[in-house]
Every structure is written in C-alpha cells, then in structure tokens.
C-alpha cells in the first residue's frame, strides 16, 4: 500500500515535469550522462558528457528512496535530495527530485529557498503545515495545509518551508526543475555563514539588540550548517 502510493506520488512527478517549460536549458541531445573523467568524453555541455554507447540504466537510476530517514537533529526534518551528483544521467534534463522526512509534533524543513527550481510537492504521509512568501514590495504569505495526496507549488527563489502539524511522522516527496537547484537556508545563510557577517549588518538589518545577533550566531555557527 505504501510502495503504491510512492508510485504514484512518482508518475504526478513525472507528469509535471513533462509540462514544465522553466527548467535548465535545453540538453540539446537525447541525454549527457555526467562524468568527471574526460578520457571517454564525446560531448561538453557544462560537464563531460558519458559516451552515450556506454551509458546503462545504473546512471539513470537510485534505489532506497523509500526508506525512512533519520530525523533526531535540531529542527526534525531530513531532506534526501537526488540531483545531477547522485543521479549524473539528469546531467542536462532540468530535473531532480527530493525525499523530505519529518519529525512528529513539529519536525520543520526551515525557511528556505532554490535559487534554480520551482519545486512541487506531494504529501504521502503526514499532515504539514506549508507557505511561500512572494517577494518585495507585498511579501504576501501564501499558505495551506497539507494531507496526503494533496500537492502544493513553492515558485523558484521564494522563501518556502514545511511543519509537521501531526503527533505522526510524516513523509512528502518533491520534483524540483534543475538538476541541481540549490538550496539557501536563510538562518544558517544569515547568521551561520563563513566567515560571519559583521554583527552590526545584522543588527541593523533584523532591528535586534547585537546580544541577540552574537547568540544566533552561536547559534548557527559551528557544525550546525
Ligand atoms: C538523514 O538520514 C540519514 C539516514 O537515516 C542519516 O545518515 C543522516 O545523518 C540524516 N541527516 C540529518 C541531517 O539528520
């Protein structure tokens, strides 16, 4: 029943990258499996380009994803991402795809953006509570609740994240459009980035008190990122 609805969660994927039109420029090819090793290199197109006569199913594909992941760390969630590095076949395509786990009672994927990918989810377990905010000047706040099988958009470069709102765990899947989209959690940007950014930036930024500034980045500095 759940491998049932993994499967389904994964052809709504496919289907809407299929119709998606904003994802990385045009491969240009049929594909470009990534390699490091140029040696049996045809094509160049951001990276080395596999041989296609040597490309097998082995670079198309991953196995496990639909495994629990541990999710005991600071903010209760676990995000498995599987772009161009795990899968080098969507070298070119425009796609990945991610895995989110979350902690009961409260696991978050903080606030954060993808600075190359609009990002659809569906929920497959759980209940989350999910928003957007759209940029300056409104900064509207976009929002809704989630439960399984219901599937929410988060536009490429906005601010979004996710709360688990239930006492169970729960599970959500996401096709992002890039293979590799990047990801800027905006706390450890802020305050853990290396090396910081001058307090006084912050503090004047945030309208906080330089004490508060110092501790969050305690906070976030360190190994927290
Ligand atoms: C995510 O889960 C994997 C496997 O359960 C684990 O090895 C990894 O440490 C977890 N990551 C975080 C940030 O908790």
Known sequence: MKFARFLVALVVL???????????????????????????????????CMDPK???????????LNIPRDTVNKVGSN????????????????????????APNGGLNPPHTHPRGT??????EGTLYVGFVTSNPDNRFISKVLYPGDVFVFPIGLIHFQ???????????AGLSSQNPG???????????????????????????????????KQFGGNNK
């Open 14 to 48: 496919a289907l809407a990258s299929s119709v998606a039109t904003a994802g990385d420029p045009s491969p240009l090819q049929d594909f470009c499996v990534a390699i490091n090793d140029p040696k049996d290199a045809v094509f160049v197109n951001g990276k080395f």
């Open 54 to 64: 040597l490309a097998t199913a082995k670079d198309f594909s991953f196995s496990g």
């Open 79 to 102: 995000v498995t991402l599987l772009n161009v590095d795990q899968i080098p076949g969507l070298n070119t395509l425009g796609i990945s795809l991610a895995r989110i786990d979350y």
């Open 119 to 124: 990002e659809i989810l569906v929920v497959v």
């Open 163 to 173: 709360l688990n709102i239930a006492k169970t765990p729960a599970v959500a899947f």
């Open 183 to 217: 990801t800027i959690t905006i706390a450890n940007a802020v305050f853990g980035s290396d090396p910081p950014i001058s307090p006084d930036v912050l503090a004047k930024a945030f309208q906080l008190d330089s004490k508060i500034v110092s501790y969050l980045q």
